[in-house]
């Protein structure tokens, strides 16, 4: 389930099922999406990219799917583990301009 | 390859104390970054560089933060006098040529200001 706490929306999801993490970017301008991984006390790790002229693009156990009609990123991991407990954020830019960072999620991983 | 390199990685310093955190960015990246990162938030950009020369710092309160990129490789930054409020993350991020190519963050300095 899902819930919002300390202004971190929290996603709470078995070992091994399939986890969507999902952002709402702001500007409809922005070219290029990033998606990071942040473990607590360390700083954000990059996950998986994607260029405004695809709508998916698949990694090692994760896909970005991106919807640029209604402005809309999504995380997928494939069979979720408990090293993938992390919060994530998903970072915009528009062509060349600095990176805006969305507010993050929780991802728990329960056993 | 080493990554973005930061120390220290934990501060706790009184209020009015001045304090500095030290990046050394990915080797061969020309394009460094300062954010900060408060608990519960995403990064936002304090500064800029490109090479040795700071592009854009409209984000960094300059009355107590400064920074800089003297030889265009590692760069520092200031905060003077601290305050209460400016307890949180720095994040120094690196990329290869330009603010719009992949930014790869080093493990941040947690700063507690008391």
């Given at each position: ?111 | ?22 990046c050394?960015p990915?080797?061969?990246?020309n394009t460094l970054y300062w ?12 500064i800029r560089y490109e090479n040795e020369e700071a ?12 920074a800089e990129r003297l030889k265009g490789v590692d760069s520092t930054l ?14 120094c991020?690196s ?20």
């Amino acid at each position: 389930g899902e819930s919002v706490g300390l202004h971190l929306p929290t996603l709470s999801v078995q070992e091994g099922d399939n986890s969507i993490i999902n952002c709402a970017y702001s500007n409809s301008a922005s070219d290029y999406f990033i998606w990071y991984k942040q473990e607590s006390g360390k700083g954000p790790q990059f996950i998986i990219d994607i260029r405004s002229n695809m709508d998916k693009r698949q990694g090692q156990r994760v896909t970005v799917l991106l919807n640029k009609t209604v402005k809309h990123l999504s995380l997928q991991i494939a069979a979720t583990q408990p090293g993938d407990s992390a919060v994530y954020f998903c970072a915009e830019n528009n062509y060349g301009q600095n990176f805006v960072f969305g507010p993050g999620t929780r991802l728990s991983v329960l056993p | 390859e080493a990554g973005v390199v930061q120390s220290p990685r934990y501060k706790i310093i009184e209020k009015k104390q001045p304090v500095a955190f030290w990046c050394n960015p990915i080797s061969g990246h020309n394009t460094l970054y300062w954010y900060r990162q408060n608990l519960g938030q995403g990064p936002e950009l304090l500064i800029r560089y490109e090479n040795e020369e700071a592009v854009d710092d409209s984000q960094l309160p300059k009355d107590r933060f400064s920074a800089e990129r003297l030889k265009g490789v590692d760069s520092t930054l200031k905060i003077q006098p601290a305050e209460l409020g400016d307890s949180a993350v720095y994040l120094c991020a690196s990329s290869f040529a330009g603010a719009g190519n992949t930014i790869y963050f080093g493990e941040g300095s947690w700063l507690t200001v008391v």
